[in-house]
């Protein structure tokens, strides 16, 4: 296998292995996307990767984790949204969204502007979690502990989600589970310490997710893939970890997952995580060995020699990129030059594509309806 191999997940075809990993940019307004979102992924999708998700797209208000975060928690969502999906398919690209909700995380600032979280009175919202434990003691709010009917509101939340995605055009769902948000909150002991059905046990503390997963599929096409990201470890002792991550991996497999993408962390503010390049590969490498599902290898991913040699050496089905995408958005095309793969380029900008490249026909207009965008092909 080689990074530029396609590859089939159910019905849809990722025409390489590289994929844009879902990337905050807090630039909405009430959770609408915009020009900024459609140029951030568009531009991506110009330059070759073969997936491209949306960052973290809040399934209901209070799941943003600042009032700048995009969501499809509303029907009126669905109009832009069709706008960058239809984009996307128009330039090869897989279009995918990252569903979210950012729990105890939630009613915060932005990164570059960081201080106190937002009050009531600011126009702030109340975090909620699986139990009343603080993230960390500035900057954060204290969360309200979710009770059953608080529960029930999320997975129909994910569900109403989900069915606004089909509406959209986008061919996968990837809901989040890491990084310190509600579903990661619930798996991990650090952050669940309660006493119902939701917590303590192995089987309870994954409870949620399985009950999200389940209701999502319900709702997203068998056609259609569906991944699931989760914090492969907590990095501190006693909290989640990886061979709890198999085994929820082995949960997930006959709920209708088709790839678990394996990131780590943010579920502790003082966790000792050492990162660096591929430090997180080992446990794409394992979930993808000791389990029935496809996996992404992701974080500090910089170069085509790692990206060519994960998937290569079998260690990972795709590879998900961040920040390098951010360096260089045009990385596909670029390193598809680099080993001497064919890699198609817009007609508009074959005059600087290496001799004998394939062409792209000229993007059609992206007002592309979501009806449109729907009955695309995955």
Request: charged share 20%; net charge neutral; glycine share 8%.
């Amino acid at each position: 296998m080689n990074v530029f191999d396609p590859l089939q997940i159910r019905d849809a075809k990722l025409r390489n292995r590289i994929v844009v990993s879902p990337m905050c940019q807090y630039s909405s307004t009430d959770g609408f996307a915009n020009d900024w979102h459609l140029v951030h992924l568009g531009s991506r999708a110009v330059g070759g990767a073969a997936l491209i998700f949306t960052e973290a797209s809040a399934v209901s208000a209070e799941g943003r984790i600042t009032p700048q975060d995009l969501g499809i928690y509303k029907d009126d969502h669905i109009e832009f949204l069709s706008r960058i999906t239809g984009f996307l398919r128009s330039q090869g690209a897989l279009p995918g969204i990252q569903l979210a909700h950012a729990g105890r995380k939630a009613s915060t600032r932005v990164p570059w502007a960081p201080g106190p979280f937002f009050t009531a009175a600011e126009g702030g919202w109340q975090p909620v979690a699986p139990s009343a434990i603080t993230f960390a003691p500035t900057n954060y709010a204290p969360p309200a502990a979710l009770d059953q009917q608080g529960i029930e509101k999320v997975i129909r939340d994910f569900s109403a989600a989900a069915v606004r995605a089909l509406r959209a055009g986008f061919a996968v769902i990837e809901i989040h589970a890491a990084h310190g948000y509600l579903l990661h909150e619930f798996l991990s002991p650090l952050s669940n310490q309660r006493t119902d059905s939701y917590g303590g046990s192995f089987d309870n503390r994954t409870r949620l997710v399985r009950e999200v997963v389940t209701a999502v599929r319900k709702v997203w096409p068998e056609k259609n893939p569906l991944f699931v990201r989760i914090s492969s470890t907590d990095w501190v002792p006693g909290g989640w970890d990886i061979d709890q991550s198999v085994a929820l991996a082995t949960q997930l497999a006959p709920l209708g997952v088709d790839l678990i993408d394996c990131s780590s962390g943010g579920n502790t503010p003082d966790a000792k995580i050492p990162v660096g390049p591929l430090y997180q590969l080992q446990f794409a490498e394992r979930i993808r060995r000791d389990t029935d599902l496809m996996t992404g290898a992701v974080g500090m991913i910089t170069t085509t020699a790692e990206a060519s040699a994960i998937v290569a050496r079998g260690q990972a089905d795709v590879v998900i990129m961040a920040r390098q995408f951010l360096r260089d958005p045009y990385f596909p095309l670029h390193a598809a030059a680099e080993l001497g793969f064919p890699a198609s380029y817009p007609a508009q900008y074959l005059r600087a594509a290496p001799q004998g490249s394939p062409t792209r026909e000229p993007a059609a207009s992206p007002e592309i309806s979501a009806q449109t965008a729907t009955t695309s092909e995955a």
